[in-house]
């Protein structure tokens, strides 16, 4: 038994015990938020959704008017019947469209955060990822939509 009251400072002096007892720091967040219930930061999804914007708004202006219109969309995961084989998992998806119907470029944000490991590697597998989309629904090789396009297969 300590001689200490629970209600004392490490040092001796009253008020109440602050400590850090696992050594984690601050505990909540470092920002408060200006809209309550909002992070002030922007979230991991969000910040994905920009990046592949910008690359789509890059690729979709030069090609246009060769590619109609077309719907882009950021799943977090694909969702993959029971016969596909489990060792590949698409990182996007392009349909075309039909009968008055838009053609849908669709990127799985999971699969491509996972396979990149920074910043700079997530912004070419993101361009890569819409480069090869958007080829596939011209029917052309993807370094014709962007010339930093990567063909090597190493």
């Known amino acids: ?43 991991r999804r969000e910040r994905f959704d920009d990046l592949v914007l910008a690359v789509v708004e ?17 799943e977090d995961t694909p969702h993959l ?26 990127l799985f944000r999971r699969p491509i955060e996972h396979r990149a490991e920074t910043r700079s590697e997530l912004d070419a597998l993101v361009l890569t990822v819409v480069v090869e989309q958007v080829a596939d629904l011209l029917n ?3 370094s014709v939509i962007d010339p930093r ?3 090597d297969d190493d």
């Open 58 to 74: 890059e690729v979709d202006a030069r090609w246009a008017d060769r590619l109609g219109t077309v719907e882009y969309a950021v």
């Open 81 to 106: 019947p029971d016969d596909w084989d489990p060792t590949t998992v698409p990182l996007g998806s392009a349909v075309r469209g039909s009968d008055g119907e838009p053609s849908r470029v669709v």
């Open 149 to 151: 396009y990567d063909t």
């Open 1 to 43: 038994m300590t001689d200490r009251a629970p209600d004392r400072a490490p040092d001796g002096s009253r008020g109440p015990r602050r400590r850090d007892r696992r050594g984690r720091g601050m505990r909540g967040p470092g920002v408060l938020p200006r809209t309550p219930g909002r992070p002030e930061t922007r979230t």
């Open 140 to 142: 052309v090789d993807p």
